[in-house]
């Protein structure tokens, strides 16, 4: 059985969005868009084979941004209709039109944190009826109300809150939703309703409370920070990576640590400002993304970087972490010289590697120690520098 995973992303719910704010598709959840969320559980899943959603097409730049890390698992975006229906339709068509599946699971994207073993659930619901529909019964008592008043109460017994992804043998979905499109004054909330009205067989496979749906700005903010409290707590997310690097003395009357100018009666030579300092803390910042080393990105065959100031270095790595979605939490550096003196120039490079990070000045450190006059360090020949970083990505 081959199956393809259609998520439908093309609605405008407007509950959840501020006026301005970006659609809530594509708003952030634990620093990743709902959508990526939806997306990477269908392409991490080894049952799934292909995966396409479907768009609104005012989001096309929207959409580039958040499925660039999953592009080879996806196919082409589909651009979605006026209703839910309408953009099912017209997905199920697009995955009819090249390679079509055995099987579909049509998800909502307002549902990211529909997990593995529920996806499993469903595909192993297909081998014996054309549909399967993950649901939870209903806990709360449920009563029938008008003008104020309790008029009854709802035998719940036979009642399941239906959830997605909702599975179904491909060409009899199409084939229904084919049917339903024939007339416009039918109007389906979900695919499951759809293959009932068709007669299809729908079994009923257990959903899973994780599996919310994601309607009101409150939804997301809940969301939101029980994603925080989980990255909190996972060691996982903790990255922690070191940088080393040594400059040589030459002539001169000045070096560059940290950014700062100190004057001494040597300076340190090297293809940019020479500031090992920051070339072990640029390599310590790459480590924890595992984005190479400083040279991977700043040739020093490279005659842009002659004599550059080595913010730009370090910079370009945050920017690096930034992309990952990562929060520099500290920053450590160890300057290990003979001369010139650090410590009354401390504070000055703190300052300056907080600037340049946008940290507080307790998330640098900045310590230095002599080689007791050993090696070419005690001999005053360079500087030796040492960094450690440490990042919390989502
Ligand atoms: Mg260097």
Not at 20 to 30: E, H, I, T, V
Not at 134 to 160: F, I, S, Y
Not at 161 to 182: K, S, V, Y
Not at 270 to 298: K, M, N, P, R
């Amino acid at each position: 059985m081959s199956v393809a995973a259609l998520i439908v992303a093309a609605g405008r719910g407007t509950r959840a969005v501020e006026a301005g704010a970006a659609p809530k598709q594509y708003r952030l959840l634990g620093g990743l868009p709902m959508l990526a969320r939806s997306i990477g559980a269908f392409a991490h899943h080894p049952n799934v084979d292909a995966v396409a959603v479907v768009i609104n097409p005012d989001d096309t730049d929207l959409y580039a941004a958040t499925s660039a890390p999953f592009a080879t698992r996806l196919r082409a975006a589909v651009p979605g209709g006026a209703r839910r229906q309408d953009s099912v339709r017209l997905g199920l068509e697009a995955l009819a039109a090249r390679d079509a599946p055995s099987a579909v699971l049509i998800h909502d994207a307002a549902r990211p944190f529909a997990d593995a073993d529920l996806i499993t659930r469903v595909i192993a619901g297909l081998k014996c009826h054309a549909g399967a529909l993950p649901c939870l019964p209903v806990t709360d008592t449920l009563k029938r109300g008008a003008d104020g008043r309790v008029t009854g109460t709802v035998d719940r017994t036979e009642l399941w809150r239906a959830q997605t992804p909702q599975g179904f043998r491909f060409d009899t979905i199409l084939a229904a939703h084919r049917a339903a499109a024939q007339d416009p004054t039918l109007i389906f909330t979900d695919d499951a309703s759809v293959a009932e009205w068709y007669g299809l067989d729908v079994a009923l496979v257990e959903g899973a409370e994780d599996n919310r749906k994601l309607t009101t700005a409150e939804d997301f903010r809940i969301a939101d920070e029980m994603l925080q409290r989980g990255a909190a707590r996972s060691a996982a997310s903790t990255r922690v990576a070191t940088g080393y690097d040594v400059h040589a003395f030459g002539p001169g009357d000045a070096v560059i640590l940290c950014g700062v100018r100190i004057p001494h009666e040597r300076a340190l030579q090297g293809h940019s400002d020479a500031d090992v300092a920051l070339h072990a803390l640029t390599d310590a910042l790459l480590g924890t993304i595992g984005a190479g080393d400083i040279g991977v990105h700043f040739p020093p065959s490279d005659a842009r970087w002659r004599g550059a100031p080595s913010e730009i270095f370090l910079r370009h790595a945050a920017s690096l972490v930034a992309e990952r979605g990562g929060g520099i939490v500290h920053v450590d550096i160890s300057l290990i010289c003979e001369g010139p003196r650090i410590a009354p120039y401390r504070d000055a490079m703190r300052a300056r590697i907080a600037e340049l990070l946008g940290l507080g000045d307790g998330q640098v450190s900045i310590k230095a120690t002599t080689n007791e006059g050993l090696g070419f360090i005690g001999r005053g020949e360079g500087i030796a520098a040492m960094a450690t970083a440490t990042v919390s990505l989502p």
